[in-house]
């Protein structure tokens, strides 16, 4: 078996477009892809549990005052929004995807540095590598 050329330390200092190994991007891939399944397995779980409940809502309501059916109509809107707010993520991670297929995902906005695997697997929407998004917070 052939050595591999010794890339790492050649360019570890990154000049103005750093290029990605193909390993890396399918690294990227796979970690976007996992948390997409997370992420939909999470939201079909929320969907059958606002579907359950509110099956109880309705089966439990008679008798219900104003307040009560008030109480539950907050109860579901909640539920709703946090369903809603699932699904934001799958998208935000499904747009990571084709900006990946695209070549323009996984790079810091601001220094053009990409950012690190293990970080993009943690936040699928991270546009700035850690460093940068720190200074930032900070001003
Ligand atoms: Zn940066």
Same mark, same amino acid.
Do not use: H
């Given at each position: ?54 099956? $109880? %809502? /309705? ?6 005052? +104003?307040?009560? =059916?008030?109480?539950?109509?907050? *109860? @579901? ?40 695997? $293990? %970080? /993009? ?6 546009? +700035?590598?850690? =460093?940068?998004?720190?200074?930032? *917070? @900070?001003?």
């Amino acid at each position: 078996m052939a050595k591999p050329a010794d890339t790492r330390t050649a360019g570890r200092k990154a000049v103005a477009k750093a290029t990605r190994s193909t390993a890396e991007t399918e690294k990227i891939r796979a970690a976007l892809a996992a948390r997409r399944d997370e992420l939909r397995a999470e939201y079909d779980q929320t969907l059958s549990e606002i579907t359950e409940l509110q099956r $109880e %809502r /309705l089966t439990d309501s008679a008798g219900d005052d +104003q307040a009560d =059916t008030g109480t539950k109509t907050l *109860e @579901r809107e909640q539920e709703i929004s946090l369903a809603n707010s699932i699904l934001e993520r799958i998208t935000q991670v499904e747009r990571a995807l084709e900006r990946l297929d695209e070549g323009g995902y996984g790079w810091c906005e601001r220094c053009g540095n990409p950012i690190p695997v $293990e %970080r /993009l697997a943690a936040f699928p929407s991270a546009t +700035q590598c850690v =460093t940068c998004k720190q200074l930032e *917070e @900070r001003r």
